[in-house]
């Protein structure tokens, strides 16, 4: 499989606990990008990377969140001190280039999801 | 206000019928739309891409772009039970690298 992927796909937290997702592109992708989605939502945008840079950083990214790309292959999301609304499916995903742009798809993994009990 | 306003349904339409789904958008900077489909505790998988107004088609699908309108739409027609899924509308400005999400419809076709 050369799509995006993603782990772990299902994640079940103790409210307060550290939790961290992966996220692997298509490999000759340079751009990584970090949605989160909640039930009955569209995905909403929470950063990108460029390379192993990060370029973007929406406000929904508090300081509780970090993501890394350190060789600028994958990628990990962590979320320290979980909180009950982190609930979502944190989706990943990838493009050639500048997404949005014509040839430049970006495309999506299956998700991560994310239940804070 | 959301940027980009999308009916979320449900819609249910019988197997053959043609589907129509809409948003609109307030922010008139937008210049590429995309329509993606995902199916239950999927991701989005692309399924039409056009850039300005215009109309566009690929098979059974039809996307629609009016700017003027600030409004866009997907055609399905000979709509099959496959189709079942939720439908999200997506949006960028030029160069841009986030996508602006209209919330899903949830279609489902009845065979």
């Known amino acids: 499989d050369t799509g995006v992927s993603q782990d772990p796909r299902h994640k079940i937290t103790k409210r307060g606990q550290n939790v961290t997702f992966r996220c692997d592109p298509i490999s000759e992708h340079n751009r990584l990008y970090w949605y989160r989605q909640t039930l009955g939502q569209g995905p909403e945008f929470l950063t990108y990377f460029q390379n192993e840079a990060q370029l973007e950083k929406s406000r929904l990214l508090s300081d509780r969140f970090s993501a890394e790309r350190p060789k600028g292959s994958f990628s990990t999301l962590e979320i320290q001190r979980t909180e009950q609304g982190d609930s979502a499916m944190y989706l990943c995903a990838s493009s050639l280039g500048a997404g949005g742009f014509p040839g430049n798809t970006i495309y999506f993994g299956e998700g991560s999801w994310l239940t804070v009990v | 206000q959301k940027e980009v306003e999308q009916d979320p349904g449900p819609l249910s339409v019988p197997e053959g019928a043609i589907v129509s789904l809409n948003c609109t958008y307030s922010n008139s900077a937008f210049q590429y739309f995309m329509w993606y489909r995902q199916y239950s505790r999927k991701g989005p998988e692309l399924l039409m891409y056009?850039?300005?107004?215009g109309n566009k088609e690929d098979g059974r699908f039809t996307a629609q772009v009016d700017k003027s309108s600030k409004y866009i739409s997907l055609f399905i027609r000979d709509s099959q039970p496959s189709d079942s899924a939720t439908y999200l509308c997506a949006m960028s400005v030029g160069g841009a690298n986030n996508l602006f999400f209209g919330t899903g419809t949830r279609l489902t076709v009845i065979p």
């Open positions: 056009t850039y300005s107004s």
